[in-house]
Antibody, heavy 122, light 108 residues
Framework: QAQLVESGGGVVQPGGSLRLSCAAS????????MHWVRQSPGKGLEWVTF????????YYADSVKGRFTVSRDNSKNILFVQMNSLRPEDTAVYYC???????????????WGRGTLVTVSP | DIQMTQSPSSVSASVGDRVTITCRAS??????LAWYQQKPGKAPKLLIY???SLQSGVPSRFSGSGSGTDFTLTISSLQPEDFATYYC??????????FGQGTQLEMK
């Protein structure tokens, strides 16, 4: 069955780095764009970054631009996000999500992982 | 960025009730809106996309309507498993995608 599993979260000091991974199974990974979406504790959802199916286009939220880098390995069905210069406000559960392109060309998130918690604290 | 505002922030209801949640966009987003359900400790689940299209596998008691700036999610007859937090998301301007702040549906 289709599944996304995130890993790599943990506790890191401000200014530190982490790399999150999202392993896909049961889907034709190479056919789909992928997103990272985060949720701060007790708060709402914030879109973070998107990478097109072939890795050629990448987009970032202003809050992470220049600090986060999204990438993917289609040979291993894995999505990554490299997070540098981490700040306390980056503390959140990070979800990877599959890109659904509707008939009208708009994009939504139709398959989500269970998330991995990143805590940025001294 | 397009701002999404949901109302109410929380609502109490009973099993069998009809529940409506509203989402308002800060500018016209045509019908480019989705609704998600999230239960505690779980990932969000896509319910509705393109304002009124039911995602595969989602029960037909969920429906969405609206266009322009005003949208609604309706649950026709609330079931015990429907108590959760609901989020809207605009898909007109990307990047970034933006979400509403959420509506918590609680048992009365």
């Amino acid at each position: 069955q289709a599944q996304l599993v995130e890993s790599g979260g943990g506790v890191v000091q401000p200014g530190g780095s982490l790399r999150l991974s999202c392993a896909a199974s049961g889907i034709n990974f190479i056919n789909f764009g992928m997103h990272w979406v985060r949720q701060s504790p007790g708060k709402g959802l914030e879109w973070v970054t998107f990478i097109r199916y072939n890795g050629n286009d990448k987009y970032y939220a202003d809050s992470v631009k220049g600090r986060f880098t999204v990438s993917r390995d289609n040979s291993k069905n894995i999505l990554f996000v490299q997070m540098n210069s981490l700040r306390p406000e980056d503390t959140a559960v990070y979800y990877c999500a599959r890109d659904l392109v509707a008939a009208d060309g708009t994009r939504y998130f139709d398959l989500w992982g269970r998330g991995t918690l990143v805590t940025v604290s001294p | 960025d397009i701002q999404m505002t949901q109302s109410p922030s929380s609502v109490s209801a009973s099993v069998g009730d009809r529940v409506t949640i509203t989402c308002r966009a800060s500018q016209d987003i045509s019908s480019w809106l989705a609704w998600y359900q999230q239960k505690p400790g779980k990932a969000p689940k896509l319910l509705i996309y393109s304002a009124s299209s039911l995602q595969s596998g989602v029960p037909s008691r969920f429906s969405g309507s609206g266009s322009g700036t005003d949208f609604t999610l309706t649950i026709s007859s609330l079931q015990p498993e429907d108590f959760a937090t609901y989020y809207c998301q605009q898909a007109k301007n990307f990047p970034p995608y933006t979400f509403g702040q959420g509506t918590q549906l609680e048992m009365k």
